[in-house]
C-alpha cells in the first residue's frame, strides 16, 4: 500500500481511449494538478462505443461511451471519470455525481471542407459526412441538396476518410476539433440557427462517487458555474424529450444578466425530422438556478407542437420516449 496520505496519492482517472477522450482526460489532470496539487493517472477503459463499427443508433443500448466507465467508477477500478456530456445519459445513477462541469468549449457544429469555407458553396450532390442523425436532419433541412453520408470513428478517421475521397466534407464539432489541435482555414463554424448544436455539446462532464468526499472536493474546484447553469438546462429538455444522443434533436442555451440581475437564461430547442422535411424550433427564458426546469418546460412546448409525431418518425425502431 502507498506510504503517501490519501489527499497526495495520484487519482486514477477513467476515460475512453481514443485521441479526443484522451486529450480531454489529459485537460482534467492538468486542471487538477494546477488547482489543488492533486496529481492523476489515466486508466484506459474500453466502451461497447469503441468496439463497434455499427452507427450509434442501432448499437441497442443507452449510454455506449459511458455505461462501461460508469461501471469501473462504482466497483472502484478508477476514481473519477470525464464523459463528453452529450453522450452522459439525463438519468442519474445511484452512487455517482457529477462533480464539476469545467468551463465549457465552442459549442458549435463546424463545416470542415478543404473546397471552401461556406455551407451554402458546397455544390448540388457534394457528400458530406457525419455519424450524428441530429447533423443529418438539419443538414437535409437546409434544402441544398446535399448527400448525407454516414461515417462512424473518431475525428482522425473521419478526416482520413475526407482526405481519401470517400465525402466531400465532415461536419465535426468545433470543441473536439480544438481540443485536438485540428482548427485550421478548413474549419468553418456554423451559426445554431442553421445546425442547433447536441445538447451540452462542448461540455466536459466529471464523475465521482458519492461516498468519496475528498475526491468530489476537490473536482469542485474545476466547477464554472456558467457551464453547470447552460448544461443543466440542456439536458433538463434532452431528459424531457425521452430522446438520447442519437435522437434529431438540438438545444443551446445562453446565460445573461437577469432584470433583478439574477443570471437569466435563454434557451433554443430543436426537434427535426431525420428526412430534414420539418423541423420544429421555439425559445424560452428563465432564470438560470431553475434552469432544468425550463429546459423540460421548453421540452414540454415542442412535443405539444408536433414534436412527438416527428421522434415517433426516428429510424431503426428508436422509440419516441426513451430514458436517458
Known sequence: MSSLPRRQRPLRLGTRGSPLALAQAGQIARQLLERCGRPAVLVTVTTPGDESAAPVERLGTTGVFTTTLRAALLRGAVDLVVHSAKDLPTATVPGLQVAAFPARADPRDALVWPGGTSLSALPG?????????RRAALLRATGRHLRVVPVRGNVGTRLRKLAGGEVDALVLAVAGLSRLGLLD??????HPSLLMPAPAQGVLAVECRTDDPVTAAQLRTLDHAPTRAAATTERGFLAALGAGCSAPVGALATLAAGAGGEPAVRL???????????????????VAGDGDALGRRLAHMLLQEGGAALLDRTPHGIPAMRSW
Open 185 to 190: 482555414a478548413t474549419v468553418t463554424p456554423l
Open 125 to 133: 450532390g457534394a457528400r458530406i459526412g457525419t455519424g450524428s442523425p
Open 268 to 286: 433554443s430547442g430543436v426537434i427535426a425530422a431525420p428526412d430534414g422535411s420539418s423541423v420544429i424550433r421555439a425559445q424560452a427564458t428563465g
